[in-house]
């Protein structure tokens, strides 16, 4: 007998399948269970499968598995869907009275429940709580007491009144009564409740929560799933602090609103997917130059191009590293849980204002459509600090101003971060501009000025190498030779993977890194082992190409970048030096 | 904000490297009166420039500023203001960077109605990259890439803006610098979407649309007693005349809300706690 049950409703996309698999989802949190959900989705509208799964158990579940025990299916495509999930003693709950439904085979060794979903549905009110009288039978099936089911029903129904929400508890009973009345089976799940209290939640809203927490008061974003959570989360709720969420044109247009909005002196944030992530590079190299402090979600989803948009992949890594012409300095942050989701983007926040520059933070669809619980505390607003660098007071102007009076944006200071003034600070006035400039802020080729503020630019990463934690996540025995490595969401996966091969007499050690630049040395946690494996969801594993840069032997370099080309004597004379003394070298 | 702010203020010590003669100086000149005349200083002031030699701009005034990428001008003002509202946000650039590159941003950026100026400086062609035709030059307007002229019509900038829902819509050139800055002055003091094309001529690259060939076509609607900028029809028929180039305030809706004011947009968004908004365990609450 499994300590958790794996619970499914599938139909059509527009059969409510979201909506009522959350209202089982909470009923269950609510009675102080955890659990974990995924969706199976395609994205048209109408037509086409969806369903909504649910992980429940007693304990943590930090993923899913391939077992199905009770599955609501509103269509026969649901079942065909998940025969290989689906095993002996699953049981199917179906509507017999429905003509497409009528000629449903059971798979042999499962028990299939025929209920007049829709005729009891009318009974309590009307058709349309056809799925409710399911969630009633489920209840009945799973052993769960059907009132865990009112609350979540009053949350989800109580704005149209009582009278919907009676209604609707009603269904919920009709169902279970009909199987009590009907089916003289002893079910073997009994789903247990605790005294614990579980908040619900997904990814994206936990970015959203985050970006809240730690003061973001400017958001502009351009639909895109699995994206839109985050933006459909804040609107509404950012004017209460207020704040305000502009919906874009384009992603062109969203990064550069928030860049307008992190100018202004506003913590500013824009989430979007892979599509929107390449046009938002257009601007991205702007605002690493300028030094503004913005944060963009990347909620990656399966590409490229247009891809696989309701599927999961981690490939947009190397575009976040790497992504955008010339060389930009910026930080990139993978949360590994949904509950890593909202400290990560709080974090997020203060990096980008401390070192003054574009913080990635990159979730990906299972994250986002991922609803698991968890205590409270794990988001503890008061352990919220926020940090907001070198922002000048209104009294320290003149300290940053050269002799002629002009504040210097882009001074060079010795960790590389410059001071920074809002607009509206008197003597604080300062142009920024994409072209190479000098410290005031001012276009320049000057070939000096122009090492000096890429050197600066550098710095502020170096410093912030230094002072901040850039460390991973571990689990599993420390001893093992076995060494597994991965990055983002694959992390509950793989933790779980691990009790199966603790099972099996396998132990591993294993490091989930949320830090991708800049990132933990990993060189001798991977010398030390026998075996390293690489985990991530792409087919290239440009997690584990970096992994094997970083432990590379290293190469001597020269490097010019003061925007003249190599001269060959002065080149045949700096390998030289390299070759004398191995330094390397900067022209 | 002070009173005694003079035009020059807004100067910053960069001299122009714009050609002799080029009409951006005079846009230039214009757009800094308006804002001195309207009670702004530097330090209150947000300037948003695009690519080209007009968004050259933002270095040679002095305020707080950027200089973005070629065609997002637009919403970098858009975000600033609704960021923080007691600014005094004008936006400037080209007519490659607006109608073409940013023709996206600049219709949207009307029918939302930000209380911003935007200040185009039209001289029906790319100056910077040495002289291509542009969105608003002439069908026959021979360039180095229109052998022939573009054959295309040009796109009327006044028109879209109008079709957009525009709230303020004028014309002015860089020349005449008394009426320029009196029309800038008055799309800042609009409480919405101030847009001025201003005619603003290349002496390098453009030998069509010249000062003279300005100076002796435009009609002043300033001058002209029964035009009431208020009414729609009037403006839709000075906006579509294909005979006539009309400078003024062509259009003002001084009714309809701006977007600061439909989104109770007040606050400073700099303003922010130390640590979480105090009641933010509510949010957490939300989820159970
Ligand atoms: C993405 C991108 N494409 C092309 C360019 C090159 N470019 C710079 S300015 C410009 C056109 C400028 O024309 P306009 O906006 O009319 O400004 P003007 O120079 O005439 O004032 C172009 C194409 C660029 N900077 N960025
Ligand atoms: S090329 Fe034309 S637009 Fe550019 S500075 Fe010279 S005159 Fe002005
Ligand atoms: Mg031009």
Redesign the interface.
């Given at each position: 007998m499994h300590k958790d049950l794996n619970w499914a409703i599938g139909g059509e996309a527009g059969d409510g399948i979201d909506s009522t698999g959350k209202i089982f989802a909470q009923a269950l949190?609510?009675a102080g269970r955890h659990v974990f959900t995924s969706k199976d989705f395609a994205s048209r509208i109408r037509g086409g499968y969806t369903a909504y799964k649910v992980r429940t158990s007693v304990d943590r579940v930090e993923s899913v598995v391939d077992r199905l025990d009770i599955l609501i299916a509103l269509t026969q495509r649901t079942v065909d869907e998940n025969l290989d999930e689906l095993h002996e003693g699953s049981v199917i709950i179906y509507d017999g009275e429905r003509t497409t439904m009528q000629d449903l085979e059971i798979p042999e060794g499962m028990i299939g429940l025929d209920v007049p979903l829709k005729s009891l549905a009318e009974d309590a009110g009307g058709a349309i709580m056809r799925n409710v009288v399911a969630l009633g039978v489920a209840c009945e099936v799973a052993s769960f007491p059907i009132e865990n089911l009112d609350e979540s029903l009053e949350k989800r129904f109580g704005d149209k009144g009582t009278a919907i929400v009676d209604n609707n508890k009603e269904a919920a009973r009709l169902g279970q009564e009909y199987v009590e009345e009907t089916y003289d089976h002893a079910f073997e799940y009994e789903l247990e409740t605790t005294d614990n209290?579980?908040?619900?939640?997904n990814g994206d809203?936990a970015i959203g929560?985050g970006a809240?927490?730690?003061?973001c008061?400017?958001y502009?974003g351009y639909p895109i799933t699995p994206a839109t959570d985050v933006m459909e989360y804040l609107t509404g709720?950012i004017?209460r602090?207020?704040?305000?969420v502009?919906q874009?044109?384009?992603e062109?247009?969203?990064i550069?609103?928030?860049?307008?909005?992190?100018?202004?002196?506003?913590?500013?944030m824009t989430a979007t997917s892979g599509p929107g992530i390449d046009l938002m590079t257009?601007?991205f190299g702007?605002v690493a130059t300028?030094e503004t402090p913005l944060v963009i979600c990347d909620v990656m989803r399966s590409g490229p191009s247009t891809g696989m948009p309701t599927k999961q992949e981690q490939g947009d890594l190397n575009q976040l590293l790497y992504g955008g012409h010339g060389e930009v300095p910026r930080f990139v942050v993978a949360p590994t849980t949904v509950a890593e989701c909202f400290h990560k983007t709080i974090e997020a926040f203060n990096l980008a204002e401390k070192y003054q520059l574009p913080v990635y933070v990159t979730s990906d669809l299972s994250l986002a459509v991922t609803e698991q619980t968890f205590a409270?505390e794990e988001?503890d607003?008061?352990e919220?600090?926020?940090e907001r660098g070198n922002l000048v007071e209104p009294g320290d102007v003149e300290s940053w101003q050269n002799d002629?009076g002009q504040f210097q944006p882009h001074y060079p200071t010795e960790d590389g971060i410059s001071p920074r003034t809002?607009?509206?600070?008197?003597?604080?006035?300062?142009?920024?501009?994409?072209?190479e400039h000098d410290e005031l802020g001012?276009?320049t080729e000057d070939t000096d000025v122009r090492i000096d503020q890429v050197d600066k630019r550098s710095r502020k990463v170096e410093t912030a190498v230094e002072r901040e934690q850039w460390d991973y996540r571990e689990f599993g025995d420390a001893d093992s030779d076995v060494l597994l490595i991965s990055w983002g969401s694959n992390e509950g996966a793989i933790r779980e993977a691990m009790e199966f091969l603790d099972d099996d007499g396998v132990s591993v050690r294993f490091l989930s890194c949320s830090y991708m630049f800049p990132r933990a040395d990993l060189s001798e946690e991977i010398e030390s082992a026998e075996e390293v494996i690489v985990v991530e969801c792409n087919a290239g594993g440009q997690f584990a190409d970096l992994l094997e840069h970083d432990t590379l032997s290293r190469v001597d370099r020269i490097n010019k970048y003061n925007g003249v080309r190599f001269k060959a004597d002065e080149l045949a004379s700096e390998i030289k030096d390299v070759l004398a003394t191995g330094a390397e070298v900067t022209a | 904000m002070s009173s005694d702010v003079r035009f020059t203020d807004f100067k910053s010590d960069k001299q122009p490297t714009w050609c002799p003669g080029c009409g951006d100086f005079g846009t230039m000149n214009g757009m800094m009166k308006a804002l001195a005349e309207t009670g702004n200083d530097p330090d209150n002031t947000f300037i948003v420039a695009g690519i080209g030699c007009s968004g050259k701009i933002g270095t040679y005034m002095h305020s707080y500023a950027l200089h973005g990428v070629h065609g997002r001008a637009l919403p970098v003002g858009i975000g600033v203001k609704a960021a923080n509202p007691e600014l005094e946000v004008m936006v400037a650039g080209g007519d490659g960077d607006g109608y073409s590159i940013g023709v996206g941003h600049f219709i949207h950026a009307v029918r939302r109605n930000m209380d911003i100026t935007y200040v185009v400086m039209d001289n029906r062609i790319y100056g910077l990259t040495k002289g291509q035709f542009s969105p608003t030059s002439r069908e026959d307007f021979e360039t180095s890439t229109s052998p022939e002229g573009p054959k295309q019509a040009p796109v009327n900038p006044l028109a879209l803006a109008l079709a957009a829902g525009g709230t303020f819509i004028a014309q002015s050139f860089s020349s005449d610098a008394q009426r320029h800055a009196e029309i800038v002055k008055r799309a800042v003091e609009h409480d919405g979407f101030g847009f001025v094309n201003v005619y603003s001529p290349c002496v390098t690259f453009n030998d069509v649309d010249t000062y003279d060939y300005f100076r002796d076509s435009l009609v002043d609607l300033g001058e002209d007693e029964d035009h009431d900028p208020t009414d729609y029809d009037q403006a839709t028929e000075a906006i579509l005349d294909s005979d006539a180039e009309y400078q003024g305030v062509i259009y003002q809706d001084e009714e309809s809300a701006s977007y600061n004011e439909a989104h109770g947009l007040t606050e400073n968004m700099a303003d922010i706690p130390d640590g979480a908004p105090e009641d933010a365990m509510d949010l957490v609450r939300e989820f159970y």
């Open positions: 949190s609510r209290d579980y908040v619900l939640l809203e929560m809240l927490a730690a003061g008061r400017f502009a709720r004017e602090y207020g704040g305000s502009i874009a044109e384009d062109l247009s969203a550069n609103l928030a860049l307008g909005a992190a100018r202004a002196g506003a913590r500013a257009e601007t702007l300028t409270p988001f607003m008061d919220v600090e926020i002629q809002l607009p509206g600070t008197a003597g604080g006035a300062h142009m920024t501009t994409g072209l001012r276009r | -």
